[in-house]
Structures are given as C-alpha cells and as structure tokens.
C-alpha cells in the first residue's frame, strides 16, 4: 500500500537525505565522482532544501511504502519552473524512487498523481528535462505520452551534459 503524502517543512532533513541518496544510487556510477561531489555539493544543502521547500511555487510529495520513503517528487509552478515559466504549464522537475522500489508501479502512481494535479489545475501542458543517457527514464516517460522537444546543457561540475526536454500536452 503507496501513500502520497506532501512533503512538510519540517521534513527538509529526510528530504535532503532521500533525494541525496538517490542521485548517488542512478548517478554514481555513471559519472566522475569529482563532477558528482561538485554538483551534489551546490545542490544539496540544508539551506537550499530549506528554500525550495519554503517556495510557494513548488511542491514535493514523499511515496510512503510500509512506513518508509520510497520515493519523492518535485513539481513546480510559474516562476519556480526551471525554463520557460509558462502559467500553463507544470514542471515534473524530480520523481525518484530508491532502487528496491522500482518496477512496482510506484513510479506510475507518482506520476498519475502529478498529471491530476496539472489537470485540476487546468494548464496546458506537463514539461520535464532528462539526462539523454537515461534511457530508463525516458521510456518511463513515454509511456506517458512525454514527446522529446528540445535540449539544453546541464553541468555536472565540469562535465558538460544534455538534458532532453520532453512534454505531454494535457
Ligand atoms: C523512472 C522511475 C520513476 C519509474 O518508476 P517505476 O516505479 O520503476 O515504474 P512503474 O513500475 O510505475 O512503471 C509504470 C509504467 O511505466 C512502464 N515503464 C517503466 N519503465 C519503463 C521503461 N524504461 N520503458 C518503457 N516503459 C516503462 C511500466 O512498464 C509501466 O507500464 P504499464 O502501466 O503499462 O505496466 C524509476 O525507475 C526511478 O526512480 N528511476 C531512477 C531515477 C530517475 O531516473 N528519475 C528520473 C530523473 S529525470
């Protein structure tokens, strides 16, 4: 039994400790530990977590499994999105699990549960970027009818990636 629940200010430290965790556990691997450090570094901090949190623009969700995180997902809004800050629109900017909860549908009742919250919003269209070489990933977005539309460059310390940007109209 999944449970989606919002994700309160005072849980900023399991929070940060989950969405750490899991980019250690896809993105390791895969990456120079130097460019992982520099990244991780800037982007997860008690003081950033906190603002984000606090940001009225976005909201981030915990899947709840047997009492334990599962996994989490961010969404914003307006100007919290990262590009274009369209009014219409709705950025899935993170949707996570922990590795030993792939593959059980938790990752679609997160997203089903964002795409609600989009539609009750009446916006236009979903947006989302992601690493090209995450092929999982985006055969997971597909499936819910994410069509790739641009790019833009990422920088994971001094390694310069592409970000795939992918969008469902709604
Ligand atoms: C991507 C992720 C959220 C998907 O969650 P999941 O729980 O593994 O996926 P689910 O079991 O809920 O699958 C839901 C549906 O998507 C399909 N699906 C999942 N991965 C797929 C893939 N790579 N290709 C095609 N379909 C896929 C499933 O078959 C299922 O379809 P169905 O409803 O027809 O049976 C999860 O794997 C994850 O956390 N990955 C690592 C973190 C990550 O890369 N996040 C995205 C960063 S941009």
Do not use: C
């Not at 982007?43 to 996994?71: C, H």
């Not at 590795?99 to 989302?128: C, N």
């Amino acid at each position: 039994m999944v449970t989606i629940q919002r994700v309160q200010l005072s849980e900023a430290e399991a929070l940060l400790a989950f969405s750490k965790k899991t980019f250690y556990e896809f993105f390791d691997h895969l990456n120079d530990p130097a460019n992982m450090e520099a990244y991780s570094s800037v982007a997860f901090t008690p003081k950033r977590m906190v603002a984000e949190l606090s940001n009225p623009n976005s909201e981030f969700y915990f899947a709840i499994a047997d009492n334990e995180v599962a996994g989490y997902l961010k969404l914003n809004f307006n100007d919290a999105q990262t590009e274009f800050q369209d009014a219409n629109a709705m950025e899935v900017e993170r949707i996570y699990l922990s590795g030993e909860h792939h593959g059980k549908r938790i990752g679609k009742q997160l997203m089903d549960f964002a795409l609600d919250i989009a539609q009750s919003k009446q916006l236009e269209y979903v947006w989302l970027g992601v690493w090209e070489n995450n092929h999982k990933a985006m055969g997971f977005y597909e499936r819910y009818g994410f069509e790739v539309f641009s790019s833009h460059p990422f920088l994971l310390g001094d390694d310069l990636q592409t970000d795939l940007l992918m969008k469902k109209p709604l």
